[in-house]
């Protein structure tokens, strides 16, 4: 089976700014490839930081084959098997912890109504409400009168029986959401903007977004393997792979190396507060707040995401462009 190259992505996908400076080295993780069955010729990949808005992004768009199979049973069954064969610090209770974990959800529900009000926007005020890719709609907040839907093409979702499922973004026009919510998504995207052009355009004149990302891009250190034969020849067999991810924390816990480069999964795209902030404007949106905030602690202490901030945006229409 011949190796598809993967298609370069040259331009910051916040601010379309066309210079990034080399943020370091990225390895397309095995278990993310496994899924799709699908061999890729380029899998070191840089990660570029635009020198105008501080945005992290890996130089390579995913093909529709690695989304499709990635978000159809997203953290279901066999994303779970193969992932955790591929990495064995990829836990059962991990895994779930992410998707039903109630303080974690709780604690995120709460994210969403603090950020409303410090805008002065009531709980009451939202009569319908809708969370884009939001499985089983675990943070859309208890909002005492609204309608609840998630946008999401995951067939295998157990919903609340008081949220309905829409399975396309154009299904929003039936509903013009008075509440927009994007979390953990834009991160996953090749081009965050043109979804979030999609979005403003299928929702309502006075709609209110709310978008949630993590927070900052990943610091690289020296990395020892870089070499695309080695990294590839470790990534054929799920033990050396995992040998060499157990070697890799040690090495890194007691000097400034890395002995494997970043491991690329989901995460494409890393923002700054002035990358997010870029990025909604840049759909002809208005924020009216934003905030950093601490995301793990809600968390058991074995259950860590992986990232210890994150940035919430609350944003309106401008009204500069006409629908
Ligand atoms: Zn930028």
Known sequence: MSKLLLAPRQNCPSCDHHSGEQGG???????????????????????????????GWFSFAYPDVILSSLYSDYRGKKYFNIRNHWD???????????TSSKSWMNWRKSCVETLLESVNF???????????????????????NAEKYVVDSNKNLRL??????????????????????CCGLLEHLNEPSNFLQQLVA???????????????????RSTLLISNSILSLLASNNFAWNF???????????????LLPLKISEHINFFTERGLKKLVESVDL??????????????????????????????????????
């Open 25 to 55: 080295i990225g390895f397309i993780a095995p278990w993310l490839l496994k899924l799709s069955g699908l061999k890729v010729e380029n899998r070191i990949q840089n990660l570029n930081i635009c020198t105008e808005c501080g945005t």
């Open 88 to 98: 064995w610090s990829y836990s059962q209770e991990l895994n779930n912890g992410l």
């Open 122 to 144: 009531s709980n009451h005020e939202i009569r319908t409400c809708v969370d884009i890719g939001g499985g089983e709609g675990g943070v859309i907040p208890d909002f005492p």
């Open 160 to 181: 609340p029986p008081d949220i309905t499922q829409l399975t396309e973004i154009e299904d929003m026009r039936k509903i013009m959401p008075d509440l927009v919510m």
């Open 202 to 220: 299928h929702s309502g004149v006075n709609s209110i977004f709310y978008f949630e990302v993590p927070f900052g891009v990943p610091k690289v």
């Open 244 to 258: 060499a991810l157990k070697l890799d924390k040690k090495i890194k816990k007691y000097s400034h190396w890395n």
């Open 286 to 323: 208005e924020v009216l707040g934003i905030k950093i905030f601490h995301t793990n602690f809600a968390l058991p202490d074995s259950v860590n995401v992986g990232f210890e901030y994150g940035i919430q945006v609350i944003a309106k229409q401008s009204g500069k462009t006409k629908k």
